[in-house]
T-cell receptor, first 116, second 112 residues
Framework: ETGVTQSPTHLIKTRGQQVTLRCSSQ?????VSWYQQALGQGPQFIFQ???????GRGNFPPRFSGLQFPNYSSELNVNALELDDSALYLC???????????????FGPGTRLTVL | AQSVTQLGSHVSVSEGALVLLRCNYS??????LFWYVQYPNQGLQLLLK??????LVKGINGFEAEFKKSETSFHLTKPSAHMSDAAEYFC??????????FGGGTRLMVKP
């Protein structure tokens, strides 16, 4: 069974640029969540996708957007990058059972984004 | 919205000593609580979770946590620390909108 994978591992961008991060879900999982983890802090929820539809969103501006594809892989897009966007971006997949509250979220290793 | 607070950003124990990592929650509804561990340069791994039922939850790697409603706590314990337990530990609570809300984390250091 393949776990959650993310690409790229590291990325360096400059302020104002756009970036796309990718995530492949664990086999059989139809739900993907994205989190931002700034250095020294806990992860913060960006949004979740369930069967290709946004299914919840945290307190992030619209320049953070996402997609989920029919194979349940996902992308996180960030436009107009700011210095504060420098962080580890984590993707987590889950089974998407009814209600979702007891779902275990399985995390990938993350993408380290540095904005200069 | 539900939230969690982790007391102590750094905890240091000797190998073989008891590990106690503290987490308190704030919730207006029965909470669903989680503990995750993060090793350097890796993602988060679930240690254990509390949903309903038994208040003492056993997890992987010898960790366990007890849900105490009266104290609004969900502390993580392990009877005997091992060097390999050195990592960052996060407590989290499920929130409406399908999100996990994490605490600030506790870095566990294990001294030989």
């Amino acid at each position: 069974e393949t776990g959650v994978t993310q690409s790229p591992t590291h990325l360096i961008k400059t302020r104002g640029q756009q970036v796309t991060l990718r995530c492949s879900s664990q086999s059989g999982h139809n739900t993907v969540s994205w989190y931002q983890q700034a250095l020294g802090q806990g992860p913060q929820f960006i949004f979740q996708y369930y069967r290709e539809e946004e299914n919840g969103r945290g307190n992030f501006p619209p320049r953070f957007s996402g997609l989920q594809f029919p194979n349940y892989s996902s992308e996180l897009n960030v436009n107009a990058l700011e210095l504060d966007d420098s962080a580890l971006y984590l993707c987590a997949s889950s089974l998407g059972l009814a209600g979702g509250r007891t779902d275990t979220q399985y995390f990938g290793p993350g993408t380290r984004l540095t904005v200069l | 919205a539900q939230s969690v607070t982790q007391l102590g950003s750094h905890v240091s124990v000797s190998e073989g000593a008891l590990v106690l990592l503290r987490c308190n929650y704030s919730s207006s509804v029965p909470p669903y609580l989680f503990w995750y561990v993060q090793y350097p340069n890796q993602g988060l791994q679930l240690l254990l979770k509390y949903t309903t039922g038994a208040t003492l939850v056993k997890g992987i790697n010898g960790f366990e946590a007890e849900f105490k409603k009266s104290e609004t706590s969900f502390h993580l314990t392990k009877p005997s620390a091992h060097m390999s337990d050195a990592a960052e530990y996060f407590c989290a609570v499920y929130n409406a909108g399908n999100m996990l809300t994490f605490g600030g984390g506790t870095r566990l250091m294990v001294k030989p």
